[in-house]
């Protein structure tokens, strides 16, 4: 096969699935992809906000609502209420799922409809700032272009966003791909990175990992396309990413906050490889 760091794949399926259908990433494959929230994970934030006494929490990409309402409902078992549980998202699909996830699970939630670049200001508006904001699944990295420092000024300005509807002391948990680790694959044959990126699906991702094929099918210092193919029901997806790398993170993060922990998926010490690096950071 040729080599993966080929222009076509910015834009095309790789030979091996060309006969499949290109679908919206976020009706088609995200759904199943993400799957159901995994019971450690909701511990993680639950436990966490228990433990620091936060009242207050935002979701800054709700997406499908998933992890929130997983959040939610794991602090409830645990008898623990909530002072207001808030989410921001742009897209409107995302927000028709999260609303209807929601009400199904008899969850107040307001949603504001915002892009980050417009924050604070919303639909509906901001009342007050918040004591917990996080942003997990890669989110930041759909904003940037161009060059290596457009990206990290673009994210930068989100970042501070973010800042301001978070309280003094308060917290933000974000995170992003390990794109070090996928940038260790450019110009590697297609079937290498298929082998050198797989992963145990259970960090955010829990849907059908055995039908759905997710790898970087063009990678650069700049731009990150991520491929989804569904074997099974013959269709696919792509994401185009705008990488940040760990340095760039705790650099663009220390403006505004002070980082207490990274984490790699999950787990506190660094590994060789992983999915994610999460990233704890205290508001300045």
């Known amino acids: 096969m040729n080599f993966v760091n080929t222009l076509p794949y910015i834009s095309n399926p790789v030979?091996?699935?060309?006969?499949?259908k290109f679908v919206s990433w976020?009706?088609?494959?995200?759904?199943?992809?993400?799957?159901?929230?995994?019971?450690?994970?909701?511990?993680?934030?639950g436990d966490f906000i228990i433990k620091?006494?936060?009242?207050?929490?935002?979701?800054?990409g709700v997406g499908g609502g998933i992890e929130l309402s997983g959040i939610i409902?794991?602090?409830?078992?645990?008898?623990?209420?909530?002072h207001s549980v808030e989410a921001n998202e742009v897209d409107?699909?995302?927000?028709?799922?999260?609303?209807k996830l929601f009400k199904n699970k008899k969850q107040e939630v307001i949603i504001h409809k915002a892009n980050w670049v417009d924050l604070p200001k919303a639909d509906s508006a901001y009342t007050h700032v918040f004591d917990f904001g996080f942003l997990t699944g890669n989110s930041l990295t759909y904003?940037?272009?161009?060059?290596?420092?457009?990206?990290?000024?673009a994210q930068q300005s989100i970042v501070t966003k973010f800042a301001e509807l978070i309280k003094k002391d308060g917290y933000l948990f974000i995170d992003s791909r390990d794109y070090d680790y996928i940038r260790s694959l450019m110009?590697?044959?297609?079937?290498?990175?298929?082998?050198?990126?797989?992963?145990?699906?259970?960090?955010?991702?829990?849907?059908?990992?055995?039908?759905?094929?997710?790898?970087?099918?063009y990678i650069s210092d700049t731009v990150i396309v991520l491929h989804y193919y569904d074997k099974k029901r013959k269709i696919w997806s792509k994401l185009d990413l705008y990488p940040i790398y760990q340095k760039d993170m705790i650099e663009i993060l220390s403006k505004d906050f002070v980082i207490e922990k990274i984490y790699y998926d999950f787990e506190d010490k660094k590994k060789e490889k992983s999915l994610f690096v999460q990233y704890l950071a205290r508001r300045k």
């Open 15 to 20: 030979e091996e699935f060309s006969d499949f």
């Open 26 to 45: 976020e009706k088609e494959i995200y759904p199943k992809f993400k799957g159901k929230v995994k019971e450690s994970e909701a511990n993680f934030f």
């Open 52 to 60: 620091n006494h936060l009242k207050s929490v935002i979701d800054f």
């Open 73 to 82: 409902e794991h602090l409830n078992k645990k008898g623990y209420n909530l």
């Open 92 to 99: 409107d699909e995302f927000i028709r799922q999260a609303k």
């Open 143 to 153: 904003i940037g272009g161009g060059t290596r420092d457009y990206t990290k000024k």
């Open 187 to 217: 110009n590697l044959p297609i079937n290498d990175v298929l082998k050198n990126f797989q992963f145990d699906y259970t960090v955010y991702y829990h849907g059908s990992g055995k039908d759905i094929v997710v790898f970087p099918a």
